[in-house]
């Protein structure tokens, strides 16, 4: 079913978190901030509550499931935006699943990752990704789902 906001068809998005994001607040505050993944969401909602947009959150522990889940939504959503934690690093079936479902997709991480330990410098994801923001905290998700929403128009467009 397609929705319209005042005669505008709803942009339709999937936000996914990877590994280790459902103990935000909890994991190393000093470089992941003091927000859980709940309040991450929250305020997610807020931001996004003027933009015409529909949106499934997900987050798992585990790749399979994060695949799957890309795998099933794939028809529904019109873009991605990713949260890949340490996926990001070595994850290449990850990085074919969002190469697979050929959907605009924009990764996201709240620390600078450009900054980090080295082995944490390389995103395998990078390049099915339109943009990837890091370094913003929650900010890198607002300016992620912009980058998406502007997408998602300029190919409906």
Not at 145 to 151: A, F, K, N, P, Y
Request: hydrophobic share 40%.
């Amino acid at each position: 079913m397609t929705y319209y906001f005042l005669g505008i068809k709803m942009k339709k998005i999937l936000i996914i978190n990877g590994p280790n994001l459902n103990l935000l607040g909890e994991r190393e505050p000093e470089i992941y901030g003091h927000l859980t993944l709940e309040d991450i969401i929250k305020k997610i909602k807020e931001y996004i509550k003027n933009k015409d947009v529909e949106f499934k959150f997900f987050q798992s522990n585990h790749e399979g499931q994060i695949i799957d889940f890309l795998h099933e939504n794939r028809k529904w959503a019109d873009g991605i935006l990713i949260n890949p934690a340490a996926l990001t690093h070595y994850s290449y079936s990850l990085r074919d699943a969002i190469s697979g479902v050929a959907l605009p997709t924009v990764e996201v991480h709240l620390s600078g990752i450009s900054k980090r330990e080295p082995f944490r410098r390389n995103s395998v994801i990078k390049d099915v990704c339109v943009a990837q923001v890091s370094g913003l905290g929650l900010g890198s998700y607002f300016k992620g789902l912009d980058i998406l929403i502007r997408e998602i128009l300029k190919q409906n467009a």
